[in-house]
């Protein structure tokens, strides 16, 4: 259950092994979290993660689930609060894919899996997370989402459109759970230097996870609906949304 000040003491990670989630579980142990349950597919970095948050979380736990296969989530989901074993307060999607457009867009199942790993099971995973938190009656969705699904480009539409479509769920899904005590974050990042962008040049401004964690948790103070990271992507974006799209064609990137 949130604390007196609304900080989440209970927390699941879909994505256990983000960068970006990681800074935010450190940010919330700060602030007293005390459960963390991180889900993901790889055992052995799960367990290298776990090990790490443990200095700072009283209990972290992990369990194992592969996004490209949409057979499980609701089972994966069950299980994931009933390990936490208590009132969950924060669920954060971090699941996502960067995959390699120039030869991903050539091979039908890599172009299935880009969509499966960044939209299909993530609003699938969201969906049965609902109806947990509802039955709480309590509890707050973080979906990272990501500023290359405001307006596709040409050089990663595979990724930008299957966030496109995540961006979109978790705004209507956000909307059908008014009322309920459940609420959802939209956080639309732009560049961030994380394993996922390892080897690629920065775009501009470009920043590292903990900045991204801080305006994160500051977004959920506010009660953000939508969390741009850095905030002034929420203007640069806007203008090149209005953009003629043959201005759009020769921006780099
Ligand atoms: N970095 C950026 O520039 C950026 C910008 C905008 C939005 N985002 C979004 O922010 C989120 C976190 O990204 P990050 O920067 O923290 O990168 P990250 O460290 O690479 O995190 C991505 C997470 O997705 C997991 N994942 C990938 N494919 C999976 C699969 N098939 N099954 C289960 N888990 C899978 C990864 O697991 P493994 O560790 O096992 O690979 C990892 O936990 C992602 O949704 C990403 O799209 C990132």
Redesign the pocket.
Known sequence: MNDAFGHPQSVIVL???????REVVTLLAADRCRTVVLA???PV?LEVTATELRQSVARVEVVL????ATGDVDPTITRCFEIAGEAVDLVM??????GAQETDEADPDRIAQMVT??FT?PAAALSAVGAHLTRQGHGRMVV?????GHRVRRSNYL?GSA?AGLDSFARGLGESLRGTGVTVHVVR?????????AGRSPAPFAVG?ERVASDIVRGLEHGQEVIWTPGILKWVFSTLGCLPRALWRRLPG
């Not at 990272?144 to 290359?148: G, Y």
Request: net charge neutral; charged share 20%; no cysteine.
């Open positions: 994505g256990g092994t983000s960068e970006i989630a993901g597919r790889d970095s689930f592969d996004a490209a999607v971090a699941v996502g894919e960067l790993v960044n099971w990272l989402s990501s500023v290359a990724y966030k990042p732009g560049f961030v230097r994380t394993k996922m962008t996870p």
